[in-house]
Nanobody, 121 residues
Framework: QVRLVESGGGLVQPGGSLTLSCAAS????????MSWHRQTPGKQRNLVAW????????????TYADDVKGRFTISRDNSKGMVYLQMNSLKPEDTAVYYC??????????WGQGTQVTVSS
């Protein structure tokens, strides 16, 4: 059974940085897109960043939510089944539970359990 496990969350001061990691495990046929989402209590889960691999040129394409552009960077290591989210210049409004998502070939979509990020002085 495929699983996603996030790590790297924690408490950071405003202006600080954190890197989230997400590891895919279990037998699978490959991963199409991977993404990070976040959710605060009482609100819906929103896309933060998305990364996909272009099959013709083997280059990754990325998309970011407007409020994180220029501050967050998503990357992936396909050989390890990993996706990362480098978060810089963090703001209190970035406080949320961050979830990893992966679209597995044939097997479909999976979510991680989430990791808490708190930005506070």
């Amino acid at each position: 059974q495929v699983r996603l496990v996030e790590s790297g969350g924690g408490l950071v001061q405003p202006g600080g940085s954190l890197t989230l990691s997400c590891a895919a495990s279990g037998r699978n046929f490959g991963i199409n897109s991977m993404s990070w989402h976040r959710q605060t209590p009482g609100k819906q889960r929103n896309l933060v960043a998305w990364i996909n691999r272009e099959r013709t040129h083997y280059e990754d394409t990325t998309t970011y939510a407007d409020d994180v552009k220029g501050r967050f960077t998503i990357s992936r290591d396909n050989s390890k089944g990993m996706v990362y989210l480098q978060m810089n210049s963090l703001k209190p409004e970035d406080t949320a539970v961050y979830y990893c998502n992966a679209d597995f070939v044939i097997l479909g979509e999976r979510w991680g359990q989430g990791t808490q990020v708190t930005v506070s002085s």
